[in-house]
């Protein structure tokens, strides 16, 4: 990798990207300032049937649920949680089979994140009890994925993919498998860095004669107007910080560089964190306190700083691309071209059944970015494109917002209805 080569730009946005989904995670609804900024333990997860997604929080609900495991083409084993049915539903007595849904969760979170309140408000048991055979994925690097053929999560080898990698690999394996087990074409569900990825695959013709639609939560493609509330103080100032981040291969929310850095910028004079999370993540309507004490004991989780990077550079550059290695002779032995190819989303197959829902208070889905991202999508069949606007929500409403459920979920519910 590049290290050296990197643009201050790319620092900004690295910057100002890893700020916020850093503080994102340490979003209360109230009394931030009573918080101290340290992050949860780190878990340590032994045997998943015993701690894992599954015990904790799916059969403890009394829903049916197995952990299983998909082995990437590039060696990544990742963890798989499958909830067959609705709780107290008994096999299947209909003749028709239930069908198949993905769920994707985003960057520096993993599967668990769905999980995190009343068991009536999580999008999986909801889905399952609505009738859809629930598949949680868990991106490589996350707490229950850290784990390879060969490669140790301790040495840099282990860390060395972007988002990339997941187009290319994790979702294929992914998509693969669920499609193969219940020989049926299936639903997806994404979430921030799971609907970029989704839409980079399809926009190559990839996954789509798997899948029957997807629903995109918070979508990111165009990181564009994401970076503005506070780019001048961050260029000005947090260079130096970020620098130290660049060249470690794990970038581990709750370690201690990232710790520092957020530290930092919030002892900066004149600087206030309360500030620092409006500005950034935008204003979640509809948190509850105890839920998001459950997300800091479970989240962030780590993800590979190549791949922060890799979103940096979408932010700085305002296309959605393959990751830039930052000098012209990398980018040509890579891909054969000075410049590293475009994801070209027009390239979306036109009768692809997509649901996008985006929120107004979202500071990483920003309204503007995603009004590029229908831009790109304008020639879409009509009948095959469903855009939801909810005013209030922000980022981390779509996956723990206490009225997702009424809001987001039962119409996702009822488009997956419609595209079977
Ligand atoms: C908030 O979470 C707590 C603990 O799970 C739960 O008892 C309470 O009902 C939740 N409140 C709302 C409004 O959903
Ligand atoms: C993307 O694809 C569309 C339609 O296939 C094409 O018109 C457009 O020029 C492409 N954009 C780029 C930047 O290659």
Redesign the pocket.
């Known amino acids: 990798m590049a290290k050296a080569n990197m643009a201050p730009q790319t620092l900004l946005g690295f910057a100002a990207l890893s700020l916020l989904l850093l503080i994102l995670a340490v979003e209360p609804h109230q009394a931030y300032r009573t918080r101290s900024i340290s992050f949860g333990k780190k878990i340590v997860v032994g045997d998943p049937s015993k701690n894992g997604i599954c015990a904790t929080s799916v059969i403890a609900n009394g829903y049916k649920c197995q952990e299983l495991q998909v082995i990437t083409k590039d060696g990544y084993i990742l963890s798989l949680q499958r909830i067959p049915e609705g709780r107290g539903q008994q096999g299947d007595h209909s003749g028709t089979k239930k069908q198949p849904v993905i769920v994707q969760h985003g960057v520096l979170v993993d599967g668990m994140s769905w999980f995190l309140n009343t068991p009536k408000q999580n999008l999986p048991l909801i889905l399952a009890d609505n009738g859809f055979d629930v598949w949680i994925s868990n991106t490589r690097g996350t707490r229950f994925s850290r784990r390879h053929i060969s490669l140790d999560p301790s040495k840099p080898a282990f860390w060395d993919w972007s988002w990339d990698e997941l187009v290319s690999y994790d979702l294929p394996a992914i998509f693969d498998f669920v499609y193969t087990q219940t020989g049926q074409k299936v639903h997806y569900i994404g979430h921030s860095l799971g609907s970029l990825t989704a839409l980079a695959s399809f926009s190559e013709g990839n996954l789509v004669s798997q899948l029957n639609s997807a629903a995109l939560l918070s979508p990111i493609a165009y990181l564009s107007h994401m970076n503005t509330a506070l780019g001048d103080l961050l260029a000005k100032s947090f260079v130096g910080e970020v620098t130290m981040l660049v060249g470690i291969a794990e970038f581990d929310p709750k370690g201690i560089p990232a710790t520092n850095l957020l530290k930092s910028l919030c002892d900066y004079p004149g600087i206030d964190c309360y500030d620092l999370i409006t500005a950034f993540t935008g204003n979640n309507c509809c948190l509850n306190a105890s839920t998001v004490d459950l997300f800091l004991r479970n989240e962030p989780q780590s993800t590979s700083t190549k791949n922060m990077v890799h979103l940096a550079q979408t932010v700085r550059d305002g296309v959605v691309a393959k990751f830039n290695y930052g000098r012209s002779d990398y980018n040509i032995m890579q891909y054969g071209d000075v410049q590293p190819p475009?994801y070209?989303l027009?390239?979306i197959p036109k009768n692809l059944p997509l649901f996008l829902s985006y929120g107004g208070q979202d500071a990483l889905a920003d309204a503007s970015d995603v009004g590029n991202l229908l831009d790109s999508l304008k020639f879409h069949d009509v009948d095959k494109l469903s855009v939801q606007f909810i005013k209030d929500y922000a980022h981390a409403d779509y996956i723990m917002g206490v009225t997702a459920k009424d809001v987001i979920y039962n119409a996702v519910s009822a488009f997956f209805n419609d595209h079977s």
Do not use: A, F
């Open positions: 475009i070209n027009s390239n």
